[in-house]
């Protein structure tokens, strides 16, 4: 059977609802990557999303949720991480908090853990889904594990597309980089990992953000330790030129196979990323890429790439 393409309208988040009450899964677009979504009470749907995805069990996925209500029956919220997610939701930031008395997201979503990971997306086809559908869904990224993220419709038929049931278009990911994550346990927030939502903004609702050692061999989230966003070529990060036979990233003014933004913007870097660097794929076996900026959403982009050269 064809996989069935979906726009936004009320008939088709019935539709999207029903098939994810009978298990189902459905490929939706957010602010940040496409998502692979699934009823997060679910087990064996949550089963199949890490089949699809060759994702291990011991990496926990994240859960979407429609709104605030709705995140603190899922998790336990201290009153500086509610000020941080009334600040930012809808937005690309997710938080870890302990799992409340009423959560429903499943133990397997959670790999075990009692924490869950929540975020409200910027995005208004999971916000509706989310709400017709009645409870959270869980929506990792909807490659296979280890690979580059999608930003486009194309990038997850070519992945997914003969894993998923239904698949909603949104057109290009406007962020391009997935969500930024906070452990919002503590008394102090901790950055698990960088992403879209700029860490300076963290700061200015709840200061004091720990900077764990973000180094993959010391993860704190048990996602982070792996070799990801990775393309099938051979990435040499900081580069100032190419070599012979190497495609060139660039950043800034000058000559490039392909420039992440010739005006030098961060946002404009992360929204392309992903995209270039699959086509960059396509085309050559090495990649040399322009030093980014660290500040801002600079560290989300050096994180991606850093994983990805491992
Ligand atoms: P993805 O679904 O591909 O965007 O990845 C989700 C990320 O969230 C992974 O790095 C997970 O390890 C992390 N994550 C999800 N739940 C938790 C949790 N309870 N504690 C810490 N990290 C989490
Ligand atoms: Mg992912």
Not at 97 to 112: E, F, I, Q
């Amino acid at each position: 059977m064809d996989l069935r393409i979906l726009n936004l309208t009320e008939e088709n988040l019935a539709l999207a609802a029903r098939v994810l009450r009978s298990g189902g899964l459905i490929g939706l677009p957010t602010e940040t990557v496409y998502g692979l979504a699934a009823d997060a009470a679910n087990e064996a749907a949550i089963e199949r999303i890490y089949e699809a995805k060759g994702r291990p069990k011991f990496n926990p996925l994240i859960a979407h949720v429609s709104d605030i209500e709705m995140a603190q029956r899922e998790g336990v919220f201290r009153p500086e991480a509610l000020a941080l997610v009334e600040a930012h939701w809808p937005g690309p930031l997710t938080v870890v908090v302990d799992v409340a008395p009423t959560g429903t997201v499943s133990k397997l979503a959670r790999a075990g853990l009692d924490s869950v990971a929540l975020r409200i997306p910027a995005h208004a086809i999971p916000i509706n889904l989310v709400e017709t559908f009645g409870g959270p869904l869980v929506a990792p990224s909807a490659n296979p594990s280890g690979k580059i993220s999608p930003t486009t419709l194309d990038h997850v038929m070519q992945d997914m597309g003969d894993k998923l049931d239904l698949i909603f278009n949104g057109g290009t990911c406007a962020a391009g980089i997935e969500s930024t994550i906070i452990d919002a346990r503590g008394e102090r927030p901790a950055l698990l990992r960088p992403g879209s939502l700029n860490p300076d903004w963290i700061e200015e609702i709840w200061p004091g953000l720990i900077r764990p050692d973000l180094n993959p061999a010391a993860p704190r989230s048990p996602g982070q330790l792996l070799r990801h966003y990775a393309p099938r070529a051979e990435l040499r990060l900081n580069a100032n030129a190419p070599e012979p036979g190497e495609a060139y990233l660039g950043f800034g003014p000058g000559a490039a196979t392909l420039n992440l933004s010739e005006r030098g913007d961060l946002d404009e870097a992360a929204k392309n990323l992903f995209s270039m660097l699959r086509e960059l794929d396509q085309n050559y076996d090495r990649i040399a890429v322009a030093p980014i900026p660290t500040h801002g959403l600079g560290e989300g982009i050096n994180d991606r790439l850093t994983r990805a050269a491992k």
